[in-house]
């Protein structure tokens, strides 16, 4: 059976989980990004790690048990400003998963 992507929003007291249509990891993160806010998790892995709330049945969340993958979308970082010295970027953001930046102006997630 092949693993399906998930993005999961989070929130303060419960997450929702959306189904992403996506061929590979990589497609995957490129679909859930401009939906995506900082802390939202990207998921790999089968149907079953899909898990409802028991207090809340219409509210779903990732049991990090049974992904494959899981990436944190994380906003900010510290650049090199190219003079030996160190800023702090607002405006990048990465998966936890992989160290590169997505800083596209055009392809910002919702804050």
Do not use: C
Not at 3 to 16: A, F, L, M, R
Not at 38 to 49: F, H, I, N, W
Request: cysteine-free.
């Amino acid at each position: 059976m092949k693993n399906k992507y998930y993005w999961e929003s989070v929130g303060e007291v419960i997450s929702q989980v959306y189904t992403v249509e996506a061929e590979s990891w990589e497609e995957a993160k490129e679909k859930a990004f401009t939906k995506m806010k900082p802390g939202d998790r990207l998921a790999e892995g089968p149907s079953e790690m899909v898990k409802e709330y028991a207090q809340w049945p219409e509210y779903h969340y990732i049991d990090d048990q049974q992904a494959v993958k899981i990436a944190t979308l994380e906003k900010g970082a510290w650049l090199d400003d190219g003079k030996g010295g160190e800023y702090w970027d607002e405006n990048v953001y990465y998966w936890s998963d992989e160290p590169e930046y997505l800083y596209d102006q055009y392809y910002k997630p919702i804050n």
